[in-house]
C-alpha cells in the first residue's frame, strides 16, 4: 500500500514575522519577490510588508488581488511576473490559493503569509479556483506544497474573530473527513492513502479545538495573543493543513463546495459553509445523539452556524438543495470518498435534517 505525508517545507510562527519577510525571502529566490497582496491588508500593513525589501534593499514587485481565485486572475499575475524569482501571497485563503497558482504557472516557489487563521489552505498543494462571479470550478492540484508558510501571530490575533472562527469550522472538518477516508481507504489528493501519522495529526486537531476553541475566540474578540490563540493558529493552519492533505476530504467539502451555487451564501466564508456540511456529514454517519449534541453546543459557542439561516439561506426549495447535492456528488469533488454511496437526495436531506436538529438543541441545555 503506498501511504503518503505532505507538508510545506517550512512552518514558521512568530510575533511580527512579517516585517523580516524579506529575510525569509532570501531562503527561496534573491532577483526579486512578486508579492500578491490582499488590498485590504495592502492598506493596513503596507508599510510592514515592504518595509525589509525596502531597508536590505530587495528588489520586489507589489501586485493587488482582484478578489477571486479565478483562472483569469491567475494568468493576469502570471503575465506579470517578469523577472521576479518567488511568489509570495499575503492575505486571507483566495489570495493564498492565487498565489500559489501564479507559482505554478509561473515555475517559481510559493511563499505563504495568511493574515488570519482562517482556513487550512495555506499548508497545501492545492489551490481552489472560482469562476469569476465567485462559484466553485475545480481543484488545481500542484506538485509541490509551498516552500515556506510564515503565520505573524501578533497580526492574526488583531484580525477579525470572524476570520478566526471561520478556520475553526474549517479545521474541524478535518477530523472527520480524515475518518470517513481512512475507513473507506481512499487515495488522497497526494496520490497515496493516509498515513498513521496524519490521523494522528488530524485527530490532535479535533482535540485541540475542543480545548482552546472557545478561550482563542474570546481573546481575539479583544485584540489578545494568547497561548490557546498561538495553539489554535496552529490548529487551524498546521493540523488542519496537514491532516486534510495527507488523510483526504469527503463530504463537508463537497457539501461545501454545492452551496456555492445558492448565492445567498457567497457573503459567508469557506469555514463557516464548511462548518455547516460536517454537521450534514455527521447526520449522513448517523452519529450518536450526544456526539451531535456537544458539536452543535460548541459551534454555537464559537459563532458558527448550525442552521440555515446561519449561512444566509432563506426559504430554501427542495429544488435548491436537490441542486446542491448533485454539485456535492460530482466525481470531481470529493464525496466519492465517504465509505457508503452518498446522493444526491441524501445530501439534501441532511442539510435540512441539520436545519432542524437545531432547533431541538437550546442553547444552555447541553
Known sequence: MRTVLCSPGSYIQQEGAISQLAGEYAHAGSTGAYILVDPTIDSLYHDSIVSSFDSGQVPYTLAVFGGECSDAEIQKHVALL??????????GGKTLDCAKAVGYYGKRPAIIVPTAASSD??????????????????????????????????????????????????????????????????????????????????????????????KA???????LRTKAVENIIETNTLLSGLGFESCGLAAAHSIHDGLTAIPETHSYLHGEKVAYGTLAQMIMEDRPLEEL??????????????????????????????????????????????????????????????????????????
Not at 517578469?82 to 492575505?91: L, N, Q, R
Not at 475566540?217 to 485584540?223: E, F, H, P
Open 82 to 91: 517578469a523577472d521576479t524569482d518567488a511568489v509570495i501571497g499575503i492575505g
Open 121 to 214: 489552505a495555506p499548508c497545501s498543494r492545492l489551490s481552489v479556483v472560482y469562476t469569476d462571479g465567485g462559484q466553485f470550478d475545480h481543484y488545481l492540484p500542484l506538485p509541490e506544497n509551498p516552500r515556506m508558510v510564515l503565520m505573524d501571530t501578533e497580526l492574526i490575533s488583531k484580525a477579525p474573530v470572524r476570520f478566526l472562527t471561520a478556520g475553526i469550522g474549517d479545521a474541524f472538518a478535518t477530523y472527520y473527513e480524515a475518518a470517513a477516508c481512512v475507513q473507506s481507504s481512499a487515495i488522497t489528493m497526494t496520490g497515496g492513502h493516509a498515513t498513521n501519522a496524519a490521523f494522528a495529526l488530524a485527530t490532535l486537531c479535533h482535540d485541540s479545538l475542543l480545548a482552546d476553541g472557545v
Open 217 to 223: 475566540v474570546s481573546a481575539v474578540k479583544l485584540g
Open 293 to 366: 449534541a456537544e458539536v452543535y453546543h460548541f459551534f454555537r459557542a464559537v459563532g458558527l452556524p448550525t442552521n440555515f439561516a446561519g449561512i444566509g439561506i432563506h426559504d430554501v426549495t427542495d429544488e435548491q438543495l436537490l441542486h446542491v447535492g448533485e454539485l456535492a456528488c460530482s466525481p470531481q469533488d470529493t464525496m466519492a470518498n465517504m465509505p457508503f454511496e452518498v446522493t444526491p437526495a441524501d445530501v439534501a436531506n441532511a442539510l435540512r435534517a441539520a436545519d432542524a436538529l437545531d432547533k431541538e438543541f437550546s442553547v444552555g441545555s447541553h
